[in-house]
């Protein structure tokens, strides 16, 4: 059984910065995806980054370019998401999730991630 498990949420000064993991087990392939998605009270779920394991490739969304990083820690099987220069628009849940990889853009697009994290609380006070 896949688990993906977040951690490193809080609460935070505007400015300020969080390091967000995202825990992983059960997964067998060695070929996947894994993304950041937040949604915030009361609006949709929207996509925040993306990195794949074949290549290293990130993406990243425009309201997480200049501030927010996604890095993978192969043998600890974590990804991280590095942010800084918070801004109360940041606040929402943040979810990892994780699927076989089709490439970043596409499983955006298509909504294709299998696996879900059951989210970390971001707070970013003015």
């Known amino acids: 059984e896949v688990q993906l498990v977040e951690s490193g949420g809080g609460l935070v000064q505007a400015g300020g910065s969080l390091r967000l993991s995202c825990a992983a087990s059960?997964?067998?392939?060695?070929?996947?995806?894994t993304g950041w998605f937040r949604q915030a009270p009361g609006k949709e779920r929207d996509w925040v980054s993306c990195i794949s394991s074949r290549d290293g490739t990130t993406y990243y969304a425009d309201s997480a370019k200049g501030r927010f990083t996604i890095s993978s820690d192969n043998a600890k099987n974590t990804v991280y998401l590095q942010m800084n220069n918070l801004k109360p628009e940041d606040t929402a849940v943040y979810y990892c999730a994780r699927g076989f990889n089709r490439g970043c853009p596409y499983m955006i697009a298509m909504g294709a991630f299998n696996s879900w994290g059951q989210g970390t609380q971001v707070t970013v006070s003015s």
């Open positions: 059960g997964f067998t392939f060695d070929d996947y995806v």
